[in-house]
């Protein structure tokens, strides 16, 4: 007896994804959202044949609409949803459809209570965000006001989604993906993403030559975006199959790498790090000065990061660097503010100041103002010290201030975790 | 006699752009030659009517091209150029027009020498870039070996150009614009953008609907993105018309949003603020716990910033808000460390602790977990004190962590730029 699923398989067809909104046809704006959803797509192995951005005309969007779903099964569209006048993606379908638009009395309540919770009176322009298409599905939106659509017409389905970001992710989660599962059947693809610290792009490229020798040159995609790299393996299949290649690949890429790979998958540096930390039982306190609160927003980004941050000082004074942690104004005499001995002396303060297993010093100039010759912009010293030891590196990141807080928070987290992995033992 | 240049203004039509590459759909990589494109053609006044990327299906291609042209005047395409099998954008516009294709042995020569100023034979595919249309203009391509195509076809423009970037920017410079020039005049694209903060984007719309009928319901372009709003002005016309017509508009939008404008085209909050605090030669400090450092990360981000911010606190637990931003612990008792009463005292003590003229305070609770019935996940207190008087204001943001960090920084910096507007007058 064939398997159902397995059957369903065999044509999952083809998708086409239209952007909607002026705003994304100016030179300064890109659709990201399409990527999110090609994700989802090609996890059930559905082709994405083409996708488009459209401005807010209505006889554009008509006629962009017509042409998708002649060449597509599934038309999968973002924006327009909002509830002022130039959103008029509901108009659009209905006009390309000939379908007919009634007010759904629940949304009105729904947006007006969202409106309400946060002491607020509803805009009477919401009130166009009730327009549903008689006899068609409306998508509930849990983080917006804006609810989506799904309509099956002329054997074609559409899906209509808001193209507010964090709002277009739940929806896909909540919606699409389990659609999918029952329309095309088992995941397709699989994928892991390795994350790796501490290494270049080119550098991650010069260790994995033995490894593209030894696999014929397979196709790996490493991304890399603000110090951070990562390595993606995808295989097709079943479940079983898939997992069993990429582990396979997995297993040599971790005796390549070792402890430059820090996690998987959507993991984040400072989400390894919190673990690390809770397993540890261990708690940490930061000093920083050109990175000006940049590392402890990191740190907190993670939820339950209250169990072992215990505080931070952003210290961009001579003043805040001896009151808020402790450093011995001599040092800073005699080494300046940016320092080995500084960024120690502030790991060490901070340590002290907050009683907790690890203290971060970070100190460097972010410029563009502020280099010399000894220390030009992009210096950075940071240092990670424990109760009888410390860390330190000198590193340099002449690039723009904002990458050079992002790489210094980076370079800071990832001594920590070293620091971390080697316990007590010297690091070289 | 009329100036010819001024008779072309009149007209410069719309365009369209196709991204041509199956590599642009898959969820890892976006089209970002179209936006390089859209500012030469903004620039005179062509504005972008949709763009789309396709994959290298011939039919596919083929019926893209032939929509395109039914819906602008200028047709753009980039990529598929190439010497492979899957290049196919020549015989998609040879079929799409019904043209003819020609040898063109110029292009050949050129070709083998680029190779074999490398040493290299030219491999025989590559014999597919000589292949031109009949009749119709070659752009030749310095920077590659794919030469361009300029078409004049059904009296629309079509513009063929390679997709690898830095070859695609030669082309636009080299081809591209001086065409524009010539067939637009000096007509151009003036823009300004209006920043607003402390309202949402409904709140906006609510205040425009006034001026949407004014002026016959003219599009204005409003983006929206983590707690900030944009207004988007533009006017077509030479420097000083557009300017006139811009500088008309945004007059009457100043008196509609008054203090809710903090700044103009790229200013950020925190850049605004800080020419605020220049101007007063004033300095600013921060205690800040929910937020995480992420109020003093923003503030930082200007560069200069060390010339008003002298440093923050990080303040995560009861403890570091007692000994680093001076708190009264008796408050912390009686109130709990997420109340108006701690967050004013964060203020007071951080500014006394940093003798800076405004001190911040912010605290509240980012979840997902730590919320009570009483507290719930998104509660935020912010105050702002400055010598003899603080301000204080109790917001209500039930979001994911990372957005109310944001929406948490970008109100306490709003409250900071009130209070420095209205001095030491209690703001209501």
Known sequence: MPDPATQQLSNPGTASIIAIGSEMLGPARLDTNSLKITAVLEDFGVAVAR???????????????????????????????????????????????????????????????????????????????????????????????????????????????????????????????????????????????????????????????????????????????????????????????????????????????????YGFDSDTLEAAIGRMLIERKATVSIAESCTGGLLSSRITDVPGSSNYFLGGAVCYTADAKMFLAGVDPALI????????????DLAKGVRRRFHTTYGIGVTGIAGPGGGTEAKPVGTLHIAVADFNHYEHRKLFWPMTRSMFKWFATQSALDLLRLTMLRAATKID
Not at 128 to 146: D, M, P, S, Y
Not at 333 to 344: H, I, M, R, T, Y
């Open 51 to 261: 996708k488009s951005v459209v401005g807010d005309r209505l006889q554009d969007l008509v006629d962009e609409i017509r042409y998708c779903i002649g060449h597509a099964d599934i038309l999968i569209t973002t924006g327009g949803l909002g509830p002022t006048e130039d959103d008029l993606t509901r108009e659009a379908l209905t006009e390309a459809f000939g379908l007919q638009m009634e007010i759904d009395q629940s949304i009105i309540e729904r947006i007006e209570k969202r409106f309400a919770a946060r002491g607020w009176k509803m805009p009477e322009v919401n009130k166009r965000q009730a327009n549903v298409f008689a006899g068609q599905t409306t998508l509930r939106n849990e983080r917006g006001t804006a609810p989506g659509f799904f309509l099956a017409v002329q054997e074609k389905n559409i899906w209509v989604f808001p193209g507010v970001p964090h709002e277009l992710e739940w929806m896909l989660e909540t919606y699409l993906t389990p659609w999918l599962q029952q329309k095309v059947g088992l995941r397709k693809r699989f994928r892991r993403v390795l994350k790796v610290a501490g290494l270049t792009e080119s550098g991650v490229e010069e260790k994995l030559k033995p490894y593209y020798e030894a696999h014929n040159h397979e196709p790996l995609t490493i991304l890399a975006s603000g110090a951070q790299i990562e390595i993606h393996l995808q295989a097709d299949g079943t479940e079983t199959e898939a997992k069993t290649a990429i582990d396979e690949r997995e297993k040599e890429l971790l005796t390549i790498f070792s402890d430059k790979i």
């Open 333 to 344: 005499q005699q080494f300046g503010e940016v320092s080995e001995q500084v960024a120690v």
